[in-house]
C-alpha cells in the first residue's frame, strides 16, 4: 500500500493536541479523513491546523510533540485507502 508524509508547510513548534487537556489529534492506527487535523505548529504565537491530506490509517507519528519543525519535515505518516 501507498504512504504518504504528512510535512510540516512551514517551520515552528508542532503540537500534538490542541491543550494539555485534551486528547491528541490522530494515534497509530487510527483512521483519518483527508480534511482531519493531524496536528498544529505554531510560529510567533500564529496555530497552523495540519491537514492529513489523504484518507487512510496512521501508521507513524514521526515528530514529538512539542518539538521545533522545520518547512517540508514528516510529521506523520499515513497508509493511503485504496
Same mark, same amino acid.
Given at each position: 500500500?501507498?504512504?504518504?508524509?504528512?510535512? *510540516?508547510?512551514? $517551520?515552528?513548534? &508542532? %503540537?500534538?493536541?490542541?491543550?494539555?487537556?485534551? $486528547?491528541? %489529534? +490522530?494515534? =497509530?492506527?487510527?483512521?483519518?479523513?483527508?480534511?482531519?487535523?493531524? #496536528? @498544529? !505548529?505554531?510560529?510567533?504565537?500564529? &496555530?497552523?491546523?495540519?491537514?492529513?491530506? !489523504?484518507? #487512510?490509517?496512521?501508521?507513524? !507519528? +514521526?515528530?514529538? *510533540?512539542? *518539538? =521545533? +519543525?522545520?518547512? #517540508?519535515?514528516? @510529521?506523520? +505518516?499515513?497508509?493511503?485507502? #485504496?
Amino acid at each position: 500500500m501507498a504512504r504518504h508524509d504528512v510535512v *510540516s508547510p512551514i $517551520p515552528g513548534v &508542532f %503540537y500534538r493536541r490542541p491543550d494539555p487537556n485534551t $486528547p491528541e %489529534y +490522530v494515534e =497509530v492506527g487510527q483512521q483519518v479523513a483527508a480534511e482531519d487535523t493531524v #496536528g @498544529l !505548529v505554531e510560529i510567533m504565537k500564529s &496555530f497552523h491546523q495540519i491537514p492529513a491530506g !489523504v484518507a #487512510g490509517t496512521v501508521v507513524e !507519528v +514521526v515528530a514529538e *510533540s512539542e *518539538s =521545533v +519543525v522545520d518547512a #517540508g519535515q514528516s @510529521l506523520v +505518516v499515513i497508509e493511503v485507502d #485504496g
